[in-house]
T-cell receptor, first 112, second 113 residues
Framework: KAGVTQTPRYLIKTRGQQVTLSCSPISGHRSVSWYQQTPGQGLQFLFE???????NKGNFPGRFSGRQFSNSRSEMNVSTLELGDSALYLC???????????FGPGTRLTVL | AQSVAQPEDQVNVAEGNPLTVKCTYSVSGNPYLFWYVQYPNRGLQFLLK??????LVKGSYGFEAEFNKSQTSFHLKKPSALVSDSALYFC???????????FGTGTRLQVFP
């Protein structure tokens, strides 16, 4: 089975721009979660989707949004980028929300 | 609120020696606990989990973890460390109220030859 894939792997943007990151879960997995990883804050939960519905949301501003499609693929969008948004964004999928999560390689976003 | 703590930022161990990476938890009720490993420029890889049952859980790559309810700990262990085990290790707990996975701050394991 193919693992979780994330595109793009690397991204460079400037302040004020917006960005869309994509995540394809493992086939059959219906739950997708997003995390932000930075050296200072560690792993911070962004949101979780299950069957196209957002089930959980972390403590991030409204500039961070996401969605899930009927094929379980998920996207997250960050608008009006700030320097502090530079991070590794990780996507994880699982069969159900209570199972162990399988992570993708991440998208490294750099905001200049 | 559920939480996990990893008291050590870094653990250094010689190759061939046993290793322990510590994790303590704070939860209400029975915890769902996980260990993940992250190699440089990679996502997290699942190592093992404790849901219920035996207190000693065996996982991938020869790792195991011991669930200790009285000490609220879930330490990761390996009898003989390899240089290739050098990575960042995360303990996590699933918050049963929200189903969120809450991660510790991570412990960097350095195994030197």
């Amino acid at each position: 089975k193919a693992g979780v894939t994330q595109t793009p792997r690397y991204l460079i943007k400037t302040r004020g721009q917006q960005v869309t990151l994509s995540c394809s879960p493992i086939s059959g997995h219906r739950s997708v979660s997003w995390y932000q990883q930075t050296p200072g804050q560690g792993l911070q939960f962004l949101f979780e989707y299950f069957s196209e519905t957002q089930r959980n949301k972390g403590n991030f501003p409204g500039r961070f949004s996401g969605r899930q499609f009927s094929n379980s693929r998920s996207e997250m969008n960050v608008s009006t980028l700030e320097l502090g948004d530079s991070a590794l964004y990780l996507c994880a999928s699982s069969l159900r929300t209570s199972n162990e999560q399988f992570f993708g390689p991440g998208t490294r976003l750099t905001v200049l | 609120a559920q939480s996990v703590a990893q008291p050590e930022d870094q653990v250094n161990v010689a190759e061939g020696n046993p290793l322990t990476v510590k994790c303590t938890y704070s939860v209400s009720g029975n915890p769902y606990l996980f260990w993940y490993v992250q190699y440089p420029n990679r996502g997290l890889q699942f190592l093992l989990k404790y849901i219920t049952g035996d207190n000693l859980v065996k996982g991938s790559y020869g790792f195991e973890a011991e669930f200790n309810k009285s000490q609220t700990s879930f330490h990761l262990k390996k009898p003989s460390a390899l240089v290739s085990d050098s990575a960042l290790y995360f303990c996590a707990v699933r918050d049963k109220d929200t189903d969120k996975l809450i991660f510790g701050t991570g412990t960097r394991l350095q195994v030197f030859p």
